[in-house]
């Protein structure tokens, strides 16, 4: 079955700091690719997607992702955090057959002062 | 454009208890998918519906049910509740071209007591 795997519950980031967060998936074929980000409380809102195309893509706030297709890989990285991203953060993976997200387990960054 | 709103935010009910949630997606989404997420099982997708159709289900018994209206807006219903239905309820709205590509509501926190 198909999976995604953020191997890191947590991650702990000193302001001003580079971030990479890990994403892992197996799927035969390239799939759409998001990541997702989730303040305490509040709804997942879309930080950025690979499609097709380039494969290293921007997206809002300052993220950046890669994706490596030889690694099953789309990993996500910020040269800089600031406090204001502390929050959680999953990787999603669709899949054709079913129109279905296949989510990560998330991954929670925690920013030191 | 307005985004995907849910109502209401916070909920709290009875164990035996029946509830209804709604979601209005993104004006011009055919597409709304509800999500489960619980610090123990993080996202877990319950259902889609595309144009008054679910078009896929998740692995959840039959108390939990969905529908959606012509204007695509759309509800899901839980039946005798239960303490572990205690959860936050997304919803995403998509285009229903690409599913994939989701828009989530800020959610509905329910508590059973």
């Known amino acids: 079955a198909q999976s995604v795997t953020q191997p890191d519950i947590h991650i702990t980031v000193s302001e001003g700091a580079s971030l990479e967060l890990r994403c892992n998936y197996s799927y035969g074929a390239t799939p759409y690719l998001f990541w997702y980000v989730q303040s305490p409380g509040q709804g997942l809102q879309l930080l950025l997607k690979?499609?097709?195309?380039d494969t290293l893509v921007q997206g809002i706030k300052g993220f950046e992702a890669e994706f490596k297709r030889s690694q099953s890989s789309f990993n996500l990285r910020k040269p800089s955090v600031h406090w204001s991203d502390a929050a959680e953060y999953f990787c999603a993976v669709g899949q054709d057959s079913n129109y279905q997200l296949i989510w990560g387990a998330g991954t929670k960054l925690i920013i030191k002062p | 454009k307005a985004g995907v709103t849910q109502t209401p935010r916070y909920l709290i009910k009875t164990r035996g208890q029946q509830v209804t949630l709604s979601c209005s997606p993104i004006?011009?989404?055919?597409?709304v998918s509800w999500y489960q997420q619980t610090p123990g099982q993080g996202l877990q997708f319950l259902f889609e519906y595309f144009s008054e159709t679910q078009r896929n289900k998740g692995n959840f018994p039959g108390r939990f049910s969905g529908r959606q209206f012509s204007n695509s807006r759309s509800e899901m219903n839980v039946s005798t509740l239960e303490l572990g239905d205690s959860a936050l309820y997304l919803c995403?709205?998509?285009?229903?071209?690409?599913?994939?590509?989701?828009?989530f509501g800020p959610g509905t926190r329910l508590t059973v007591t």
């Open positions: 004006s011009g989404h055919r597409s």
């Open positions: 690979y499609f097709s195309g």
């Open positions: 995403a709205s998509s285009f229903g071209d690409n599913p994939y590509e989701q828009y």
